[in-house]
């Protein structure tokens, strides 16, 4: 095997589960689209349709290195090793407020002027009673979609060593959410943890914070470890996990970043085990919080 492109990572803001939240039918088109895309034969020569497995088998032996010399990646990756070792070390981000990508879908299309309210029929139609907090739509799209998926990854113990922090900094600038540093946005995250030319107008405040946060950059380099790792194992230290906020960068316990605002998060993990236990959460997303996102109907879908 040859030599890994990187031992570590920090997934900003999102996972590999949170946006390809599809039904298994919707993940085969997707895999057909992408094999047409690499010039892969979908169909028999009587127009019957080719099995996965044998269209996964062309696609293991795609011209990979013809892709490579494209160049269209980065230096290091268009000449890394053809096959890419395990990850040993993980480290998972997350914001307060991860929904202005959906605020600027939503606020910018006519056509979605009532959409609001298709959100409330959709709660109601899946979940039954009918949910109040409706002004938080996004806070809910924001805990169940990205904060939920990226816990339940890290969790899940892919790899050796994982870390969760909750990035939860105020973005200072002016933007379409109304009041500034009212949420900690993406991708002021990422700005804000490499640099650049908007630091000299920070809040004084943010300094310290900011250059306590860049300490995790340690974690890539070396392996620095930010925090106690994520522990579901009974005698393993506990759930530890970092927040950045305004009051500095600290590590805290389950507590600390599962019951932040109030207990929001938790209060939301309890209501996705009362509605179906373990899948619970996935009802939310896909049935409730997707749905609204991508059709605003409240008909139930099938699944």
């Known amino acids: ?104 879908m939503l606020a910018r299309d006519s056509s979605r002027a009532n959409h609001a309210a298709a959100f409330l029929r959709i709660a109601e139609d899946v979940l039954a009673p009918l949910l109040q907090e409706s002004a938080r739509i996004c806070l809910f799209e924001s805990d169940i979609g990205f904060f939920a998926a990226a816990l339940a990854t890290a969790e899940a113990s892919f790899v050796p060593k994982m870390y969760v922090h909750v990035f939860d900094l105020g973005n200072p600038f002016l933007g379409p959410v109304g009041e500034k540093g009212a949420f900690a946005t993406h991708t002021f995250d990422v700005v804000t943890l490499l640099g650049g030319v908007h630091e000299h107008v920070l809040p004084e405040r943010y300094g310290p914070v900011v250059r306590a946060w860049r300490d995790v950059l340690e974690f890539v380099g070396v392996g620095k470890s930010p925090c106690a790792e994520l522990s579901t194992r009974d005698g393993g230290g506990g759930r530890k996990g970092v927040v950045v906020n305004r009051e500095g960068v600290r590590e805290v316990d389950e507590e600390g970043w599962l019951g932040s605002d109030g207990g929001r998060r938790g209060r939301l993990f309890e209501l996705a085990r009362d509605v179906k236990s373990d899948e619970g959460r996935d009802v939310l997303w896909v049935e409730v919080c997707r749905r609204f996102l991508m059709k605003g109907e409240s008909e139930r879908s099938v699944m």
Request: glycine share 4%.
């Open 1 to 104: 095997m040859g030599r890994p492109v990187f031992k570590r990572a920090i997934a900003f803001s999102k996972t590999p589960v949170t946006l390809p939240a599809l039904t298994p039918e919707e993940h085969h088109e997707n895999f057909v689209q992408q094999a047409r895309a690499l010039g892969i034969w979908t169909t028999h020569a009587d127009g019957a349709a080719r099995s996965a497995s044998s269209i996964a088998a062309d696609m293991l032996n795609a011209p990979i290195d013809r892709i490579r010399d494209l160049a269209w990646e980065r230096w290091l990756t268009t000449t890394s090793p053809p096959r890419i070792g395990r990850l040993p070390d993980h480290h998972y981000n997350n914001l307060r407020w991860l929904h202005l990508i959906s605020y600027n």
